[in-house]
């Protein structure tokens, strides 16, 4: 499993940025999808997740602010990120779960700048 992920960059405090990740190869079920980041000096951390289902986990520090998504047909997960802060200033890394094994994206720096 393959998974590429784009949209990262500059924003701007109380901006917004788009992040995509699309999942290729061997694939008959991802569950979940996800999103992790890591600042430096700090340890990797969920941001937000989607199962299958539906349903979706978010950090509290990025509740009501980032919302995650999924195109099951093109099994591609995306997070529109609003009301950016500079302490979401970090490398995101996509996460996706085939049958219990975890795959990695590389991953996309994530820098809130004004």
């Known amino acids: 499993v393959q998974l590429q992920a784009s949209g990262g960059g500059l924003g701007q405090p109380g901006g917004s940025l788009r992040l995509s990740c699309a999942a290729s190869?061997?694939?008959?079920?991802?569950?979940?999808m996800g999103w992790y980041r890591q600042a430096p000096g700090k340890q990797r951390e969920l941001v937000a997740v989607v199962r299958g289902d539906g349903t979706t986990n978010y950090a509290d520090s990025v509740k009501g602010r980032f919302t995650i998504s999924r195109d099951n047909t093109e099994n591609t997960v995306y997070l529109q990120m609003n009301s950016l802060k500079p302490e979401d200033t970090a490398v995101y890394y996509c996460n996706a779960v085939v049958y219990g094994v975890a795959f990695w994206g590389k991953g996309t720096q994530v820098t809130v700048s004004s």
């Open positions: 190869g061997s694939i008959f079920s991802i569950d979940p």
